[in-house]
């Protein structure tokens, strides 16, 4: 009988304990959520759910672009193209 009242009681403080716990963790993420939305290289959501972040994905697809194209073959094609145009434009008479 002890035991059902004070299931009872406790279910009471149950609810307002995680309504209260919740309404702090929202409050929270909200806080946290806005001091990182400026660092995009941190997402603002949990473990598993980054493919939802945009910035996010949209700065580690401009970190993959970025590392391709300072790649060092591909500054050396870049640098030759460069060079063989400078020449090409030397070679013509001026109009």
Do not use: A, W
Not at 26 to 39: E, K, M, Q, Y
Not at 64 to 78: A, E, G, N, S, W
Request: with cysteine; glycine share 6%.
């Amino acid at each position: 009988r002890v035991l059902h009242v004070v299931n009872y009681v406790l279910f009471f403080f149950n609810i307002l304990l995680g309504f209260f716990s919740c309404t702090l963790r929202i409050l929270l993420s909200v806080v946290f959520g806005t001091i990182l939305i400026p660092r995009l290289d941190r997402t603002i959501y949990m473990r598993g759910f980054e493919s939802f972040d945009r910035g996010h994905n949209t700065y580690l697809g401009m970190l993959v672009v970025d590392l391709y194209l300072t790649h060092p073959i591909l500054k050396l094609c870049v640098q030759v193209m460069l060079e063989l145009k400078v020449d090409n434009t030397h070679g013509m008479s001026p109009i």
